[in-house]
């Protein structure tokens, strides 16, 4: 069973650079075809794509976030990373990790907030970003 835990600071300050890591377990990030992918819910809204890794290490950002998203992986470790930065209190969100297997439109339905398709989560790590 594909396993996967998000870790990080839990308090950013405004302007900072966030840095969260997913350790994945039970299954490797090279696996065919899957996605690893960040997403994110603010407080009372739902949740949005910010992008993803694919099994052959090319990524995919959302639109929006791309300026300023990173996201990269250590097949050695088995984890996934994403990176943040100029940080705003807007960034305030519940970030998740997930899975999914790209079954020929992947980031269509992702930034069509259809996750439908993710086969595994993680449980999520709160971030506030606050002076």
């Known amino acids: 069973q594909v396993q996967l835990q998000e870790s990080g600071p839990g308090l950013v300050k405004p302007s900072q650079t966030l840095s969260l890591t997913c350790t994945v377990s039970g299954g490797s990030i090279t696996t065919s075809y899957y996605y690893w992918t960040w997403i994110r819910q603010p407080p009372g809204k739902g949740l949005e794509w910010m992008g993803s890794?694919?099994?052959?290490?090319?990524?995919g950002y959302s639109p929006s976030l791309k300026s300023h998203t990173s996201i990269s992986r250590d097949n050695a470790k088995n984890t996934v990373y994403l990176q943040m930065n100029s940080l705003e209190p807007e960034d305030t969100a519940v970030y998740y990790c997930?899975?999914?297997?790209?079954?020929?439109?992947?980031?269509?339905?992702?930034?069509?907030?259809?996750?439908?398709?993710?086969?595994?989560w993680g449980k999520g790590t709160l971030v506030t970003v606050s002076s």
């Open positions: 890794i694919a099994y052959d290490g090319s990524t």
């Open positions: 997930a899975a999914g297997y790209d079954s020929g439109n992947f980031y269509g339905l992702c930034q069509g907030r259809d996750y439908s398709g993710m086969d595994y």
